[in-house]
């Protein structure tokens, strides 16, 4: 190609590489149109009745941090006594003390709650946050453009960008202990809540737990299972002797899995597709050059062939703590 032919012409017609161009983020808007369409309609091909999942009684926890601490340690991570008041990049999970009006004291373990039909998936247009085929929601960073729509996404105001990491920043949350989970043993949180308060198996197990405790104990529990219908069911499920709304629970969390919802704010939006191709095709590059070029860099482990065995639900531990 001539030096002539790449100057901008003044005629409004295009050059051959700006008509590549073009077409190049043409189709690469219809390529995540079309993806992004198929994520948000898909249904999730998760059992919801084996999905590994938590029950967490909060009229059992006592505030004392065991859970926080053991999975930073299982997660390596170190957070400030600042970052360890909320959720970020060292921090996936925390304890929120809140004082009623009354003047009871409740806390509040707070984590990604691992909907079945996860808003933060569908709206990732790289799938790097992923539905492990067990339900976990995991997340592989080497996919990850830094466009933080999962941020934007998720009903429970969850996944955390790594704001501070300058060089390979990435979107931070609890992975539900999945490759502990993998291995055969409790997620972290759950094997040292030393009161019972929270408890693991599938989430048939802990709905059908849940709902005979509510019913044997009417007049001290909330008649309610935070997580069994909202976002469309999630595997972190909460039952309160005290009204969820009290605790800062949102409760006006729509009933319909969310991704439902994606489809039909994106396909009104097409500009907005449209653009997205330009942005997130730079973006991919960067994120690509720094990443390197390992040839299974692109493919998380549940998707490569012979890696990552089926995990085993184990039933729900002993009734420590039953009261
Ligand atoms: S709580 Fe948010 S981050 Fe966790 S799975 Fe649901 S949508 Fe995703
Ligand atoms: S499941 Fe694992 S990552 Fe999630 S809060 Fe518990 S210990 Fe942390
Ligand atoms: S370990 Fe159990 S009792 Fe202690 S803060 Fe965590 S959930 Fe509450």
Redesign the pocket.
């Known amino acids: 190609m001539t030096a002539q032919n790449n100057q901008p012409r003044t005629d409004g017609s295009i050059t051959r590489r700006q008509f590549i161009k073009l077409s190049a983020a043409t189709v690469g808007s219809v390529v995540i149109a079309h993806q992004t369409k198929t994520r948000a309609l898909a249904a999730s091909k998760v059992s919801r009745d084996t999905a590994p999942a938590m029950l967490?009684d909060l009229s059992?926890?006592?505030?004392?941090?065991?859970?926080?601490r053991s999975c930073a340690e299982a997660n390596g991570l170190a957070p400030t006594t600042e970052q360890a008041q909320g959720l970020n990049g060292q921090n996936f999970t925390y304890?929120k003390k809140v004082e009623l009006e009354d003047g009871q004291v409740r806390?509040v373990?707070r984590q990604c709650m691992h909907c079945l039909d996860a808003a933060c998936v569908s709206a990732c247009p790289a799938s790097a946050l992923h539905q492990t085929p067990e339900g976990p929601i995991s997340y592989y960073p080497n996919r990850c453009l830094g466009c933080r729509y999962c941020m934007v996404s998720c009903p429970f105001d969850i996944p955390r960008f790594e704001w501070e990491n300058g060089l390979t920043p990435e979107i931070r949350k609890c992975m539900f202990c999945y490759e502990r989970q993998q291995e055969g043993e409790l997620p972290a949180?759950v094997a040292?809540?030393?009161?019972g308060?929270?408890r693991f198996g599938t989430r048939s197990e802990l709905l059908a737990y849940a709902h005979a405790r509510l019913a044997a104990n009417p007049d001290f529990y909330v008649d309610h299972i935070y997580g069994e219908h909202e976002a469309g069911g999630t595997a972190w499920l909460y039952i309160s002797d005290v009204p969820f709304e009290s605790l800062g629970f949102r409760t006006d969390v729509t009933t319909r899995p969310i991704p439902a919802y994606t489809w039909d704010i994106m396909s009104k939006l097409p500009t907005v597709v449209g653009s997205m191709a330009v942005v997130l095709t730079g973006a991919a590059i960067a994120t690509q050059r720094r990443k390197g070029h390992d040839p299974d860099h692109n493919v998380p482990p549940w998707e490569r062939e012979g890696e990552g065995e089926p995990i085993e639900v184990k039933n729900t531990q002993s009734d420590q703590g039953e009261g």
């Open positions: 967490v059992r926890c006592i505030g004392c941090g065991n859970c926080q304890i806390f373990k949180c040292n809540c030393p009161t308060a929270i």
